[in-house]
């Protein structure tokens, strides 16, 4: 079955930058458009950034500017480049896989914490 995991995460003070991963097997990773998303307690789960299978790329206005989306199809992960940390980016952050073409091939990953506090 589709796996995606992530790694990464972690206390970080503000200002700081980490950088998550997200493994995926058992997908043709150069079809699926990539993404992170994010959901901190009592809050709906929001987008972060994307990637789609050709390369472009889009950002929620909260983080543009500070965080950066990549992906790698040789080694079939997506990541993300967070710098300039705030308090308010807590949250678990998820990784998304949905196909190209057949949209509802959409898979997600357990997610990794980010809690940014001093």
């Known amino acids: 079955q589709v796996q995606l995991v992530e790694s990464g995460g972690g206390l970080v003070q503000p200002g700081g930058s980490l950088r998550l991963s997200c493994a995926a097997s058992?997908?043709?990773?150069?079809?699926?458009?990539m993404g992170w998303y994010r959901q901190a307690p009592g809050n709906q789960r929001e987008l972060v950034a994307t990637i789609s299978s050709g390369g472009a790329t889009n950002y929620a206005d909260y983080v543009k500017g500070r965080f950066a989306i990549s992906r790698d199809n040789v080694k079939n992960t997506v990541y993300l480049q967070m710098n300039n940390l705030r308090p308010e980016d807590t949250a678990v952050y998820h990784c998304?896989?949905?196909?190209?073409?057949?949209?509802?091939?959409?898979?997600w990953g357990q997610g990794t914490q980010v809690t940014v506090s001093s």
């Open positions: 998304n896989a949905r196909n190209e073409l057949i949209t509802r091939w959409d898979y």
């Open positions: 058992r997908i043709t990773f150069s079809r699926y458009d």
